[in-house]
């Protein structure tokens, strides 16, 4: 009786973990949504003047992005508490960056695009949580794909401006952040699996909730794109 017992205190603590960790990822998204809609309409003029600065205002806002990450990712086994501001403080930077799509997409095109980014993550996590492949290699592949996806958009929004090689990169992106997706939670069940008892399972869960928001926000973002190019409602 005690290894039946054991798989379910074990499958129990999963549900725990990943119910943290979904739970502070929506709350993440919704807190972002928040900030992007306020953004967009009590605090329009303040937003638009802050990143209408030149380069001072968006490279504060990048700036913020990556110290809240940062410092979120190393402090939350450590101290969870530190963790969740960190998270959320990202998350208000990354809605103050979404604000400018209510300016330029209708709302329509914002639902398709976020019940879209929603589906396919919800299809893909399901994936990476009951496969029984070792995905393990896929992530030195798939981090060599964003680095390279990066650079060459980075090329085209300097250099090149062509709205054909942005269209085809959503697609490509929208690719690349679904297998992320997968990839992300076999491995958080897997740390979970392996160290769950180790470490905070809260700071675990924290851990997970800001991969899982980076690729949700990102499938929102491409799908964005692919549906405002088919309804002609971006400026």
């Given at each position: 009786?005690?290894?039946?017992?054991?798989?379910?205190?074990?499958?129990?603590?999963?549900n725990?973990?990943?119910?943290?960790?979904?739970?502070?990822?929506?709350?993440?998204?919704?807190?972002?949504?928040?900030?992007?809609?306020?953004?967009?309409t009590?605090?329009?003029?303040?937003?638009?003047?802050?990143?209408?600065?030149?380069?001072?205002g968006?490279?504060?806002?990048?700036?913020?992005?990556?110290?809240?990450?940062?410092?979120?990712?190393?402090?939350?086994l450590?101290?969870?508490?530190?963790?969740?501001?960190?998270?959320?403080?990202?998350?208000?930077?990354?809605?103050?960056?979404?604000?400018?799509?209510?300016?330029?997409?209708?709302?329509?095109?914002?639902?398709?695009?976020?019940?879209?980014?929603a589906?396919?993550?919800?299809?893909?996590?399901?994936?990476?949580?009951?496969?029984?492949?070792?995905?393990?290699?896929?992530?030195?592949q798939?981090?060599?794909?964003?680095?390279?996806?990066?650079?060459?958009?980075?090329?085209?929004?300097?250099?090149?401006?062509?709205?054909?090689?942005?269209?085809?990169?959503?697609?490509?992106?929208?690719?690349?952040?679904?297998?992320?997706?997968?990839?992300?939670?076999?491995?958080?069940?897997?740390?979970?699996?392996?160290?769950?008892?180790?470490?905070?399972?809260?700071?675990?869960a924290?851990?997970?909730?800001?991969?899982?928001?980076?690729?949700?926000?990102?499938?929102?973002?491409?799908?964005?794109?692919?549906?405002?190019?088919?309804?002609?409602?971006?400026?």
């Open positions: 009786m005690e290894q039946p017992r054991n798989l379910i205190n074990t499958q129990v603590g999963l725990r973990f990943l119910t943290k960790m979904y739970g502070w990822m929506a709350a993440a998204v919704a807190f972002s949504g928040i900030i992007a809609y306020l953004g967009a009590i605090w329009r003029t303040a937003v638009q003047t802050f990143l209408t600065q030149g380069r001072v968006i490279s504060i806002i990048f700036i913020g992005m990556f110290i809240f990450m940062w410092f979120g990712q190393r402090s939350a450590q101290n969870p508490m530190i963790g969740f501001l960190m998270l959320f403080g990202f998350a208000g930077f990354f809605g103050i960056t979404l604000s400018g799509i209510f300016l330029v997409y209708n709302l329509g095109t914002i639902a398709a695009a976020f019940f879209s980014a589906i396919v993550f919800i299809v893909m996590a399901v994936i990476g949580l009951t496969t029984k492949r070792d995905l393990s290699k896929m992530g030195t798939l981090f060599g794909a964003l680095i390279a996806m990066i650079v060459v958009s980075l090329i085209n929004a300097f250099l090149l401006h062509s709205p054909a090689v942005t269209f085809v990169f959503s697609f490509i992106g929208v690719a690349i952040f679904s297998l992320l997706t997968m990839y992300d939670n076999a491995q958080m069940k897997q740390l979970y699996l392996n160290y769950g008892d180790q470490v905070s399972e809260t700071g675990l924290l851990q997970g909730s800001l991969s899982m928001y980076l690729s949700f926000l990102n499938l929102f973002q491409y799908f964005l794109q692919i549906f405002g190019f088919f309804s002609g409602d971006r400026n």
